[in-house]
T-cell receptor, first 114, second 112 residues
């Protein structure tokens, strides 16, 4: 079954700690995205990547970092600089062609502060 | 600022009724308007999408109505079922852009 796998489902972060969220897709999509979802707000774009070894900042990139070493993988690191990291994080992928291509989402990682 | 405004925030509908969710946008360059459905603990899934060259698109019980002059679009769910209970997000984007702008979501509850 093709799809997007995010892990872990739940993650806890201590003060001053960096944590990394995993996102893997087997849809052969070139583009991948990271969104943050907060209650009462829509999804907000953190980072996106259209090709291996290249990525762009979204609207709320501060305090986050990404890498794209393989087409299938797009991990997100929430750094200690992100002062309000508690949220539901969603990874998505799509074919190239901009956001007009349907985006397929994983089932998310819920990050909380200890 | 919010690029796409969505209302209502929550909606309760009787089984068999019609659910209507509305969205409005300002950027006239937007030319792709998808709707996503999200169940608790899951990622959003694309439900239906429309481009501004048509005023309506129907897929089963789901219909998007699009009013280009008013810069508004809406989702109609006919014969609403308890299984439709979920959060619905509208979104908008423009050709060549990589950013999909989402509304704030509508939590729909369909009561039996």
């Amino acid at each position: 079954d093709g799809g997007i796998t995010q892990s872990p489902k739940y993650l806890f972060r201590k003060e001053g700690q960096n944590v990394t969220l995993s996102c893997e897709q087997n849809l052969n999509h070139d583009a991948m995205y990271w969104y943050r979802q907060d209650p009462g707000q829509g999804l907000r774009l953190i980072y996106y990547s259209q090709i291996v070894n290249d990525f762009q900042k979204g609207d709320i990139a501060e305090g986050y970092s990404v890498s794209r070493e393989k087409k299938e993988s797009f991990p997100l690191t929430v750094t200690s600089a992100q002062k309000n990291p508690t949220a539901f994080y969603l990874c998505a992928s799509s074919s190239l062609g901009g956001s007009n291509q349907p985006q397929h989402f994983g089932d998310g990682t819920r990050l909380s502060i200890l | 600022q919010q690029q796409v405004k969505q209302s209502p925030q929550s909606l309760i509908v009787q089984k068999g009724g019609i659910s209507i969710i509305n969205c409005a946008y300002e950027n006239t360059a937007f030319d792709y308007f998808p709707w996503y459905q999200q169940f608790p603990g899951k990622g959003p899934a694309l439900l239906i999408a429309i481009r501004p060259d048509v005023s309506e698109k129907k897929e089963g019980r789901f219909t998007i109505s699009f009013n280009k002059s008013a810069k508004q679009f809406s989702l109609h769910i006919m014969d609403s079922q308890p299984g439709d209970s979920a959060t619905y997000f509208c979104a908008a984007s423009r050709t060549g852009a990589n950013n999909l702008f989402f509304g704030t979501g509508t939590r729909l509850t369909v009561i039996p």
